[in-house]
C-alpha cells in the first residue's frame, strides 16, 4: 500500500516522498545511544507524562526507534531521540510494531527530540541529499510541527517550530522553557536527581507552571503524605489516652472525697 502526499516544494529539486510499507526482511538500523545519558532523559520524559495520566492507549511515544519515510524510492529511516505522535492505527495483538511511517500508519509525528552529540550529518545538519541531515529530515521530509534539541551539557535547550514548511527558533520565558503547543505543556531544564543520576534534566510543566512529578516522585509523595496521617493519628490517639487518664485520676480523687463520679454524669 502506497500513500502519496504532496511534496515538498520549498527548493526547485524537491524530493519526493511516499509513505510505503516497510519490507519484513528490512534490516533497521541498531546503532548504539552514544551517551547514558539519552535513554535516562527520554525515559523520564515519557515517565512524568505517565504518571500524570497524559499518555492514552492511541498514542504512540518512543525512543531510538525507526521513523520511516520512502524518499525518491529509496526507504530513509531515523530513530530520534524522543517522539510522539497523537494517534496511531492500532496493530494485531500478536505484532510487534517495528517501526513508524507517518500517515500509513496513523497521524504524523508531531513532536522530535535530539540530544546533542558531535556525529557528523548529526541534529542540526541540513543535508539535503542522502544521508540526510536530521534538521532537514524532520523539517523537509517529515515536517514534524516541533523540532527539540537539547544539550545537557551546556545545558542548552533549543525548540524550533514548522512555519511555511521552515523551522523557526522559538524563545523561551523567564524561567528558560518554552511551550509545546502539541503536548500543551511547558518543556525547560531541572537540575537534580532520578534514579541515582544527578544531572540537567529535560522536565514538563503544565499551563499553570506546575511541575509534571517523575513516578518516584509521586511515590515518595504519598509516602510523605501517609506517613504524616500516620504521625496525626498517633497524635490523636496520645491525646485520647491523656485525656482518660486526666478522666481516671479525677475519678480516682472524687471517689476518696466520698464522691461517685458515676453520679455526676
Known amino acids: ?91 494485531a495483538d500478536d505484532t510487534i510494531r517495528r517501526s513508524y511511517t507517518p500517515y500509513l500508519e496513523g497521524d504524523p509525528v508531531a513532536v522530535v527530540m535530539e540530544f546533542l552529540s558531535q556525529e557528523e550529518g548529526g541534529e542540526l545538519s541540513v543535508r539535503s541529499t542522502p544521508p540526510y541531515g536530521k534538521l532537514y529530515f524532520y523539517e523537509q521530509i ?63 510543566w503544565d499551563r499553570s507552571g506546575n511541575l509534571l512529578l517523575w513516578s518516584a516522585e509521586q511515590a515518595e509523595q504519598e509516602r510523605q503524605r501517609a506517613e504524616q496521617e500516620r504521625q496525626r493519628a498517633e497524635q490523636e490517639r496520645q491525646r485520647a489516652e491523656q485525656e482518660r487518664q486526666r478522666a481516671e485520676i479525677l475519678a480516682t480523687k472524687l471517689r476518696e472525697l466520698g464522691i461517685d463520679p458515676d453520679q455526676l454524669v
Open 1 to 91: 500500500m502506497v500513500l502519496q502526499v504532496p511534496s515538498v516544494t520549498a527548493a526547485p529539486l524537491a524530493p519526493i516522498v511516499t509513505w510505503e510499507s516497510l519490507p519484513a526482511d528490512f534490516v533497521l538500523p541498531d546503532d548504539p545511544v552514544e551517551n547514558i545519558q539519552q535513554p535516562l532523559l527520554a525515559a523520564a520524559l515519557t515517565d512524568a507524562l505517565g504518571a500524570a495520566g497524559r499518555i492514552q492507549s492511541q498514542m504512540l511515544i518512543g525512543s531510538n526507534f525507526g521513523l520511516v519515510a520512502t524518499v525518491n524510492k529509496k526507504i530513509v529511516v531515523k530513530a530520534p531521540d524522543w517522539f510522539y505522535v497523537p494517534q496511531v492505527h492500532p496493530v
Open 142 to 204: 517529515l515536517q514534524v510541527p516541533t523540532y527539540v534539541t537539547y544539550d545537557p551539557y551546556e545545558p542548552s535547550l533549543e525548540v524550533r517550530c514548522l512555519q511555511n514548511q521552515c523551522y523557526t527558533l522559538q524563545a523561551a520565558d523567564a524561567e528558560g522553557r518554552v511551550w509545546i503547543p502539541e503536548l500543551e505543556l511547558w518543556l525547560g531544564i531541572w537540575y537534580g536527581e532520578r534514579l541515582g543520576q544527578t544531572m540537567n534534566w529535560l522536565r514538563w
